[in-house]
């Protein structure tokens, strides 16, 4: 069950948002938890089994693969990417220095964090499609963007946020294994942990549970499509299958990624942030409230806003997603830190009760 002040902050998301659905999934060595208020009829079905949109959590995804791969001894967290892609060399280094799969993970590599010279062509080319901008940035348009860019920046000095590195970095681990990335991604790391309901093309079925979102105007918005970076955000999940995903990174669940997942949730960077340091792909913050660390990662879409942490010693594990508009204040309260990022009070609201 939720307490009052987290249904107050759900119910405030919704008064202030059209047509919106928000939903919490929540486990712990006592079971699970879902409830949600949603915008469409479900048609019974379980509110757990909705299809969301998860964005950016992808990169969990990805950077789990490369511990995968780092742990079976076939790649290094410190191998240049340019071993793989020679041919974007001027690219991936600086001053000497070449950018890591580590850099990568953990958005130090000083790489921008979209090619937005190319993202805007896109969008002015076919602006039938603007809730759905990535749509039409090609494989060729990024390979072209590594092929022309040319890195000023002191590699692992600073951190940044970069969309275009992780899908770099999704793209290489892929072609390491040789298959697609969500292909990659089911083989190497949902299938291992039984998520049968993450993916990136969902069947018919699964798209008939998939959550509607709309835009400001009431237009609905469509699925998030990702063809060159899928690495960075594409996926799309339930509740119930990243709470399965959750109970794997408490250790709750036994499998054979056990050992790369307790890589990922080791230190390899800093961040913008003092209270907050980099795993692989995972953010590791401490906050006041909590003596041990939240590990966790959110996800924006056109559509959708996902949060996704854990505490792993007090074993709570917590998503939530919202299809709430956000406004332009807002937007540049999140940007200047002023307010945390959406759904994360009413994530921290629950952690907080259950710590009581």
């Not at 939903?23 to 949600?36: I, L, R």
């Not at 809730?131 to 000023?152: C, G, S």
């Not at 040789?178 to 991604?185: K, P, V």
């Amino acid at each position: 069950m939720l307490n009052t002040m987290t249904h107050k902050l759900i119910k405030k998301e919704l008064d202030s948002a059209k047509n919106a659905s928000l939903a919490v999934g929540v486990v712990t060595p006592e079971g699970k938890f879902t409830d949600g208020q949603f915008n469409h009829d479900l048609n019974e079905g379980d509110i757990g089994d909705c299809i969301f949109e998860i964005g950016s959590t992808t990169k969990t995804f990805t950077s789990l693969l490369l511990a995968k791969l780092v742990q079976e001894s076939k790649i290094s967290l410190d191998e240049p990417i340019s071993s793989y892609k020679p041919a974007y060399k001027n690219a991936l280094s600086y001053d000497g220095k070449d950018i890591t799969f580590r850099h990568l993970s953990t958005h130090s590599s000083r790489l921008p964090r979209e090619d937005m010279k190319k993202l805007r062509k896109r969008i002015k080319e076919n602006k039938q499609d603007k809730d759905n901008f990535y749509k039409h940035y090609t494989h060729e348009d990024l390979h072209q963007f590594f092929i022309d860019f040319d890195l000023k920046k002191e590699i692992g000095a600073k951190w940044g946020y970069s969309n275009i590195g992780i899908g770099l970095l999704g793209n290489v681990l892929a072609e390491i294994v040789g298959m697609t990335y969500e292909e990659a991604i089911k083989t190497h790391i949902l299938h291992p942990l039984n998520m049968k309901d993450t993916f990136i093309t969902g069947n018919e079925e699964q798209m008939k549970r998939y959550v509607q979102t709309y835009n400001k105007k009431g237009v609905m918005i469509p699925p998030i499509e990702l063809p060159s970076i899928q690495g960075a955000g594409a996926f799309k999940s339930t509740l119930n299958d990243m709470l399965i995903y959750l109970q794997h990174q408490m250790g709750m669940k036994e499998s054979s990624l056990k050992e790369a997942i307790e890589l990922t949730h080791e230190i390899h960077g800093n961040s913008s942030k003092k209270t907050m340091q980099m795993g692989l792909g995972w953010f590791i913050e401490q906050k006041k409230w909590s003596s041990s660390p939240i590990i966790h990662h959110g996800g924006t879409t056109i559509g959708f806003h996902t949060y996704c942490g854990f505490l792993k010693e007090e074993q709570i594990g917590i998503v939530v997603f919202s299809t709430i508009q956000l406004t332009t204040t807002r937007i540049i309260k999140i940007l200047l830190k002023v307010t945390g990022l959406v759904n994360e009070d009413i994530a921290e609201s629950i952690y907080i009760e259950h710590l009581a």
